[in-house]
């Protein structure tokens, strides 16, 4: 059973940063998957926030481009994603995801920024 569980969640100020961790465990091979973050603010549909493909390729959607970097620890079996300089419209729940041929998903956290 592949299990994905995200933390590094909570509140922060406008221009403030988080790092999100997703920690992965089961019988996959974590290293050919695909993982991407995803978030869902209130009364908003689910958005691709960011991806890192098996070979390390990186894609963000434009509002977060120089603020947010992705990562991944394929030893740890963790994907990250760092975010700087949040901004209000940055609360989300936070979701990430791992994709091959199967799909996975989190629990999500919960990011409020706010002064």
């Known amino acids: 059973q592949v299990q994905l569980v995200e933390s590094g969640g909570g509140l922060v100020q406008p221009g403030g940063s988080l790092r999100l961790s997703c920690a992965a465990s089961g019988s996959f091979s974590f290293s050919l998957y695909t993982l991407r973050w995803y978030r869902q603010a209130p009364g908003k549909q689910r958005e691709l926030v960011a991806t890192i493909t098996s070979n390390g390729g990186t894609n963000y959607v434009d509002s977060v481009k120089g603020r947010f970097t992705i990562s991944r620890d394929n030893a740890k079996t963790t994907v990250y994603l760092q975010m700087n300089s949040l901004k209000l419209e940055d609360t989300a729940i936070y979701y990430c995801?791992?994709?091959?041929?199967?799909?996975?998903w989190g629990q999500g956290t919960q990011v409020t920024v706010s002064s």
């Open positions: 995801n791992a994709q091959r041929f199967a799909e996975y």
